[in-house]
């Protein structure tokens, strides 16, 4: 009887740690479909989006005739009122409307274009009245985006560059766990003043030709965890525990049964 129940407690032990054993072909990257080169996008554009902060720098031969479009943002002390520190490019926020309001020339609507069209849009407003050919360089300097999840290092990314794919993201994030759903990554987007959620599947070639591989401003990336993980996360403190005594008692049981 003692031999039985030490045999049924093993056989329980070896199929629980079976089970808990990921597949290979649920941890590989890029193992299914072909790439689709006609679908894959390489033409990323930024679009400007609200609570976007913007540096906006207008340059033209004439220096005089640009200065007044780039400001300076400077810090003034309380005491003495004098300036503090090393002047800054003055940025500017989009706000709920898409607009930012730029010297002289007032309420500009700049979201929903891509940073081309922006660029385009600011020098026909310039050009002739004010600045004649002008050059205008556009950047977003809080471009970020968020990964969430099961990774190994969650957190909000800086991206200065404004291009970033979703694998570069991960990467940053130090990639996936080993217990990571890597077939149903979800990115949150916001498109138009509505949240929508992508799917992305990493086992898949497929993924070169979503139309989240290139993440946006303020995209959220988030993995979840298989269902082994979920699992292992509501047990108790004690688990560890009763592994031991469980342990302790199967030995028992092999000596007695000697």
């Known amino acids: 009887m003692i031999r039985t129940c030490s045999n049924y407690i093993s056989v329980v032990l070896v199929l629980f740690f079976l089970s808990s054993c990921v597949s290979k072909k649920k941890i590989v990257y890029f193992q ?3 790439i689709d080169q006609e679908n894959v996008s390489n033409n990323y554009k930024t679009t400007f989006k609200a609570d976007d902060l913007l540096e906006i720098i ?3 031969k004439d220096d005089e005739a640009v200065k ?3 400001l300076s943002a400077v810090a003034f002390s309380n005491t003495t009122n004098n300036p503090i520190g090393t002047p800054q490019q003055q940025l500017y926020l989009i706000d709920s409307k898409g607009e ?3 010297p002289i020339l007032g309420n500009i609507k700049i979201g929903g274009l891509t940073k ?5 849009l600011i020098k026909d407003k310039l050009d ?3 600045v004649k050919d002008p050059s205008v360089n556009i950047r977003i300097t809080n471009f970020k985006i968020t990964v969430l999840g099961d990774v190994i290092r969650p957190g909000v990314y800086n991206v200065p560059n404004e291009r970033i794919s979703i ?3 991960i990467g940053l994030a130090g990639d996936l766990n080993i217990s990571g759903v890597r077939d149903s990554i979800k990115v949150t987007r916001e498109e138009g003043g509505v949240k929508k959620i992508y799917n992305v599947n990493l086992l898949s070639n497929e993924v070169f030709s979503s139309p989240v591989y ?3 401003q303020n995209d959220l990336v988030y993995v979840k965890p298989n269902k082994a993980k979920m699992q292992s996360a509501s047990y108790n403190q004690n688990t560890g525990l009763f592994v031991s005594i469980g342990s302790i008692l199967i030995s028992l049981l092999a000596i007695l049964s000697r």
């Open 214 to 216: 290139y993440l946006q």
């Open 32 to 34: 299914n479909g072909a």
């Open 68 to 70: 007044p479009f780039n």
């Open 116 to 120: 081309e069209q922006g660029i385009s």
């Open 128 to 130: 002739p009245e004010y």
């Open 58 to 60: 207008i340059s033209a």
């Open 167 to 169: 694998m570069e993201a």
């Open 100 to 102: 930012i309001v730029l």
